[in-house]
């Protein structure tokens, strides 16, 4: 997707929409999206050549995304996360065959209780990456392994 035109990353984060455009801009929304508890949302992030908006948070007469999303969910205090990317082809949930018994539940949506299938939990350097690799190329990140998501 990196196109060498500058693309900016917009996030939604508590349900409210944040846009970054240079790496330190970037790297904040990194930290605040795995690093800080977000009990009822689940992050919303995309890469793209303009920023994205919604009809009910801007004034425009039609949303604006682009055709990828990743959603984030991540449990700081505890070291574990879980990822769903999805674009017009297919959707896919990080992968760990090995999850331990004490990682807590990772949610799809949290403010209704959606979990994530276990095998999606993987430990938070994990989520840091693959969040970063995907603010550079908006595409599924290569860094963690994927499976096929679960249709909710």
């Known amino acids: 997707m990196s196109s060498g035109a500058e693309l900016i990353l917009s996030a939604i984060i508590d349900n ?5 455009r240079t790496g330190a801009e970037k790297a904040e ?7 800080d508890a977000h009990p009822r949302w689940a992050s919303l992030l995309y890469l793209w050549d303009r ?14 995304f682009p055709r990828h999303q ?4 991540t449990s700081p205090e505890e070291g574990w996360g879980a990822i769903n990317f999805s ?3 297919a959707a896919w949930d990080t ?9 807590p539940p990772m949610y799809f949506d949290p403010g209704h209780g959606t979990e994530f299938d276990r095998s999606a939990t993987i430990r938070l350097d994990l ?3 693959a969040v970063r690799e995907f603010t550079v190329t908006g595409a599924r990140p290569t860094c963690v392994a994927w499976q096929a998501a679960r249709l909710i």
């Open 127 to 129: 989520v840091r990456a």
């Open 29 to 35: 929304v990194i930290d605040r999206v795995v690093d």
């Open 16 to 20: 409210r929409f944040v846009y970054a």
């Open 87 to 89: 674009d017009e082809e």
């Open 51 to 64: 920023p994205c908006r919604s009809m009910r948070a801007h004034d425009v007469e039609e949303n604006e």
């Open 95 to 103: 992968h760990n065959p090995a999850v331990p018994d004490e990682a």
């Open 70 to 73: 990743m959603r984030v969910h």
